[in-house]
């Protein structure tokens, strides 16, 4: 019900965005977040939005660099990942909860993940 895309190689300093596409259902009503894991870690909180987009929050790690943002027409958030370092290489996870959440396991629908890559 929620697809992930976006993902890829990208030198350190560089950009990508990745979308969060919903089928299925609407998710219009449901706060939505990314996270990401990288290989041998838990699972990270990277940011949340609001139903409606006014509201948003970040992971410290990724604050200032990284914007979260919705299109309920569309059906889809976004993340725009900039300034990109190598420790932000993981594989990256949108999903909905029906509350404002940073724990994974307060997030009731998850997509599948993209993998981003920063080479230094």
Do not use: H
């Amino acid at each position: 019900q929620l697809q992930a895309s976006g993902g890829g190689l990208v030198q350190a300093g560089g950009s990508l965005r990745l979308s969060c596409s919903a089928s299925g259902r609407t998710f219009s009503n449901y706060y939505m977040g990314w996270f990401r894991q990288a290989p041998g870690k838990e699972r990270e909180f990277v940011a949340r939005i609001n139903w409606n987009g006014v509201s948003t929050y970040y992971a410290d790690s990724v604050k200032d660099r990284f914007t979260i943002s919705r299109d309920n027409a569309k059906n889809t958030v976004y993340l725009q990942l900039n300034s990109l370092k190598p420790e932000d290489t993981a594989v990256y996870y949108c999903a909905a909860a029906r509350g404002a959440a940073q724990l994974a396991k307060n997030y009731d629908y998850w997509g599948q993940g993209t993998q981003v890559t920063v080479s230094s």
